[in-house]
Nanobody, 125 residues
Framework: QVQVVESGGGLVQAGDSLRLSCTVSGITSRWYAMGWFRQVPGKEREFVAAINWSGDSKSYADPVKGRFTVSIDNTKNTMFLQMNSLKPEDTAVYYC??????????????????WGQGTQVTVSS
C-alpha cells in the first residue's frame, strides 16, 4: 500500500522560511515523479513545484519561482520544498503527490495517483 506523508508546515511571518518534507512508501516502481500542490478554501488545487526521480529536472509555478526550491533524496524516497521569502498569499494547505513509473516532471494534478493528507502553511503579514 502506497503512503504519502507530508510534514513541516506551520505559522510564520512574511519573509520567513519553511521547509516541507514528503516521504513516500510502498512504491514498487523504480522511478516516480513527485510534485507539490497547494489549495485554499474555495479554489482549485494549484501546482507549486515538481521534480523527477533523479532530481535533474524541475518545474515551478510562476508565483514561487526564485523563492521556492524543490529537491529529492531518492535513497530515502523523500522530496523537499524549501520555501523562502514567504508571503501571505502563500498561505494554503500544501499537498505532496506521487506518480509511479514516470521519469519526467509532471505539473498536472490530474496525472498523479497518490496524495498526502496535506500540511497547513500560514504566513502572517
Amino acid at each position: 500500500q502506497v503512503q504519502v506523508v507530508e510534514s513541516g508546515g506551520g505559522l510564520v511571518q512574511a519573509g520567513d522560511s519553511l521547509r516541507l518534507s514528503c516521504t513516500v512508501s510502498g512504491i514498487t516502481s523504480r522511478w516516480y515523479a513527485m510534485g507539490w500542490f497547494r489549495q485554499v478554501p474555495g479554489k482549485e488545487r494549484e501546482f507549486v513545484a515538481a521534480i523527477n526521480w533523479s532530481g535533474d529536472s524541475k518545474s515551478y509555478a510562476d508565483p514561487v519561482k526564485g523563492r521556492f526550491t524543490v529537491s529529492i533524496d531518492n535513497t530515502k524516497n523523500t522530496m523537499f520544498l524549501q520555501m523562502n521569502s514567504l508571503k501571505p498569499e502563500d498561505t494554503a494547505v500544501y499537498y505532496c503527490a506521487a506518480k509511479p513509473g514516470y521519469v519526467i516532471v509532471i505539473t498536472s494534478r490530474l496525472v498523479y495517483d497518490y496524495w498526502g493528507q496535506g500540511t497547513q502553511v500560514t504566513v502572517s503579514s
